[in-house]
T-cell receptor, first 114, second 112 residues
Framework: GAGVSQSPRYKVAKRGQDVALRCDPISGHVSLFWYQQALGQGPEFLTYFQNEAQLDKSGLPSDRFFAERPEGSVSTLKIQRTQQEDSAVYLC????????????FGEGSRLTVL | SQQGEEDPQALSIQEGENATMNCSYKTSINNLQWYRQNSGRGLVHLILIRSNEREKHSGRLRVTLDTSKKSSSLLITASRAADTASYFCATVVQGGSEKLVFGKGTKLTVNP
């Protein structure tokens, strides 16, 4: 079945540190999405890949956020010089394309910036 | 920015009762999806309804879509304690990119 593995599940960073969050899709779907979810809120879109191409990065909050998917499979979300407002759960999802079907989400990486 | 808004924000019912959650959105859509999220977990897809559909069923779930009112509802019948979770509607904007835009969710508590 479909599934997404995210690591680390929990990350505590000191303000100013760089962090890297990994998403390992299992089912080889074409589309991969990153979302940010603050406590008590719905997921907010960050960026979207189709294979290795980053087709939409309109949701990235600042130039400190960078995502890549170099071989069209594993993706990494990098946050440079973390700030307290970056504290959130970062969710990765894969799917055949939202116009054709559902997204399969990972469990998320919870980032806490002190 | 969030396209959809769920109503109510929180809902508490007794086991066996029905739960109805509503979602309103702002722009024309290709489809609308409902997801469920247990505390501390990822989202799980429940049901997808296309813009040319008015109603869809899946087990104890019934979803309606009214594109003229830009609204959808999710009905869970004969609720169970295990249905306790947050429920989100998400839309794919017509003519937009592939992104799925989520609302803020309804937190449902089903008391045993």
């Amino acid at each position: 079945g479909a599934g997404v593995s995210q690591s680390p599940r929990y990350k505590v960073a000191k303000r100013g540190q760089d962090v890297a969050l990994r998403c390992d899709p299992i089912s080889g779907h074409v589309s991969l999405f990153w979302y940010q979810q603050a406590l008590g809120q719905g997921p907010e879109f960050l960026t979207y890949f189709q294979n290795e191409a980053q087709l939409d990065k309109s949701g990235l909050p600042s130039d400190r956020f960078f995502a890549e998917r170099p071989e069209g499979s594993v993706s990494t979300l990098k946050i440079q010089r973390t700030q307290q407002e970056d504290s959130a759960v970062y969710l990765c999802a894969e799917g055949p394309g939202v116009n054709t079907g559902e997204l399969f989400f990972g469990e998320g990486s919870r980032l806490t910036v002190l | 920015s969030q396209q959809g808004e769920e109503d109510p924000q929180a809902l508490s019912i007794q086991e066996g009762e029905n739960a109805t959650m509503n979602c309103s959105y702002k722009t024309s859509i290709n489809n609308l999806q409902w997801y469920r999220q247990n505390s501390g977990r990822g989202l799980v897809h429940l049901i997808l309804i296309r813009s040319n559909e008015r109603e869809k069923h899946s087990g104890r779930l019934r979803v309606t879509l009214d594109t003229s009112k830009k609204s959808s509802s999710l009905l869970i019948t004969a609720s169970r304690a295990a249905d306790t979770a947050s429920y989100f509607c998400a839309t794919v904007v017509q003519g937009g990119s592939e992104k799925l835009v989520f609302g803020k969710g309804t937190k449902l508590t089903v008391n045993p």
